[in-house]
Nanobody, 124 residues
Framework: VQLQASGGGLVQAGGYLRISCAAS????????MGWFRQAPGKEREFVAA????????YYADFVKGRFTISRDNAKNTVYLQMNSLKPEDTAVYYC??????????????????WGQGTQVTVSS
């Protein structure tokens, strides 16, 4: 599975941005999809995840109420809508896919495939 993230950029605090991740797999709908982020000098951290149908979603506490993850299986794409952005949201955002074999959805080690990342910078 190849994942291609896009849509990052520079935005002012309080603004919004939507990033996307396009997948190459014809079996895209079988994967749990997640977004992670990594700021300079910090570990990669979980942001959000969505199940195959888009019905089940999980969020890190620091983005609840601000970010929304969604997917369009017809387009093999997962999205992350980011509202009310803060300077501390600045990071490289990575999309990831995992086979639904059970276990945690939050750990980077649980994911099988990764995209190259897209930079999101929020200015104060």
């Amino acid at each position: 599975v190849q994942l291609q993230a896009s849509g990052g950029g520079l935005v002012q605090a309080g603004g919004y941005l939507r990033i996307s991740c396009a997948a190459s797999a014809r079996t895209f709908s079988m994967y749990i999809m997640g977004w992670f982020r990594q700021a300079p000098g910090k570990e990669r951290e979980f942001v959000a995840a969505v199940n195959w149908s888009g019905v089940l979603t999980y969020y890190a506490d620091f983005v609840k109420g601000r970010f929304t993850i969604s997917r369009d299986n017809a387009k093999n794409t997962v999205y992350l809508q980011m509202n009310s952005l803060k300077p501390e949201d600045t990071a490289v955002y990575y999309c990831a896919a995992r086979i639904p074999t059970g276990g945690s959805w939050y750990g980077p080690g649980q994911y099988d495939y990764w995209g190259q990342g897209t930079q999101v910078t929020v200015s104060s």
